[in-house]
């Protein structure tokens, strides 16, 4: 899923023809752009199984136009400025078998850190798969709701999660990501909290409340001890 990505779409793409086999479909959804990116898809047209670009209702509604077009068992969400480090095809194969509905790995955050998937009661309170290590049956996909403009990713896993999905996680890293986008900012995490409620109810509001705060303080904190120990340089 794309939009505007004339620079940031190629190594992306190169990290996915670098990756893939005969078993891995190539999807990309642009919205619209108008920067120079339906020409370089056209220059990937032929490594590329299905492409389109027009206007869309924002990301997830890409993402379920994205959806509707694939025929594969899986499907995994990547956007432009992420690489794909590999495709686990022994491990989804196992879950095809198992009747796995979401198989999660990890993410490499901004070259510097990994997020490993948890699941349990932290799922009703925060999103504890990251969208980009995430693989989903296609068969069981729920769709994204669009009234969700950044975190309707979180929305779907738990509804996932209320329908009694059969989740796996792994530790192997199969993605790229850098949090500078739209979803890493403070200011939207009222959306979050309408997720949680809608899905849990206020109780685990309360508690993902709590959780953000003390998260918060311990982020600003951090910054503060930094700035004190560059001033006492």
């Not at 027009?54 to 509604?61: H, K, L, Q, S, V």
């Not at 999103?127 to 669009?146: I, K, P």
């Not at 959306?191 to 918060?216: C, D, K, M, P, Q």
């Not at 503060?224 to 560059?230: A, E, F, G, I, P």
Request: aromatic letters at 10%; one cysteine or more; hydrophobic letters at 40%.
């Amino acid at each position: 899923m794309v939009f505007r990505a004339a620079d940031s779409l190629p190594p992306l793409l190169d990290s996915i023809l670098a990756n893939r086999g005969e078993d891995t479909e190539l999807i990309v959804i642009d919205g619209g752009s108008d920067d120079g990116t339906v020409e370089l898809l056209e220059k990937f047209s032929s490594s590329i199984d299905y492409w389109r670009s027009e206007p869309d209702r924002g990301i997830y509604d890409a993402m379920n136009r994205g959806i509707e077009a694939a025929v594969g068992d899986f499907i995994l969400h990547l956007n432009s400025g992420d690489r794909l480090v590999k495709i686990p095809v022994a491990r989804l194969r196992r879950c095809i078998e198992e009747g796995t509905t979401v198989a999660c790995f990890a993410v490499l955050l901004d070259r510097t850190r990994v997020f490993r998937p948890r699941t349990g009661l932290l799922m009703k309170i925060d999103n504890a798969w990251h969208h980009q290590g995430t693989f989903y049956r296609r068969l069981s996909h729920l769709g994204y709701d669009l009234r969700y403009q950044v975190f309707g990713d979180f929305d779907l896993n738990q509804r996932l999660m209320l329908r009694g999905a059969r989740v796996r996680r792994f530790e192997e890293i199969v993605a790229e990501h850098t949090t500078d986008g739209i979803s890493s900012s403070r200011a939207r995490r009222h959306e979050v909290y309408r997720i949680i409620r809608r899905n849990f109810g206020i109780g685990f509001l309360l508690l993902a409340s709590i959780r953000f705060g003390l998260n918060a303080i311990r982020a600003d904190l951090r910054a503060l001890w930094k700035k004190v120990r560059y001033a006492a340089r």
